[in-house]
């Protein structure tokens, strides 16, 4: 059974800092693109950045230079690492895992950690 399980969120001021965790197991977590994308109160779900298995990776505009993706492929847990957080990164933050192969497409979600940034 696939889980991803993320950690990490929490209520800071503007200008602070988080670091969201994501484990997973049940997967070739390798092998996979992990995300992570946020959802604000009333707004639909956003990406934010994500990570290939070479290391890779890719942001969203509104994050970028702010926010750093890693991963760890021993420990099956991919990191978000956010400084100089605003208002506007208030949202509930889920981690995703991705594959598509040429017969499937494995498409993974957890369950989301909140974050809060208000003063």
């Known amino acids: 059974q696939v889980q991803l399980v993320e950690s990490g969120g929490g209520l800071v001021q503007p200008g602070g800092s988080l670091r969201l965790s994501c484990e997973a197991s049940?997967?070739?977590?390798?092998?996979?693109?992990m995300g992570w994308y946020r959802q604000a109160p009333g707004k639909q779900r956003e990406f934010v950045a994500s990570?290939?298995?070479?290391?890779?990776?890719n942001y969203a505009d509104s994050v970028k230079g702010r926010v750093t993706i890693s991963r760890d492929n021993a420990k099956k847990t991919v990191y978000l690492q956010m400084n100089s957080l605003k208002g506007d990164d208030t949202a509930v933050y889920y981690c995703?895992?991705?594959?598509?192969?040429?017969?499937?497409?494995?498409?993974?979600w957890g369950r989301g950690t909140q974050v809060g940034v208000s003063s």
């Open positions: 995703n895992a991705f594959l598509q192969t040429t017969i499937m497409t494995y498409d993974y």
């Open positions: 049940g997967i070739i977590f390798s092998i996979y693109r």
């Open positions: 990570i290939i298995s070479t290391g890779s990776t």
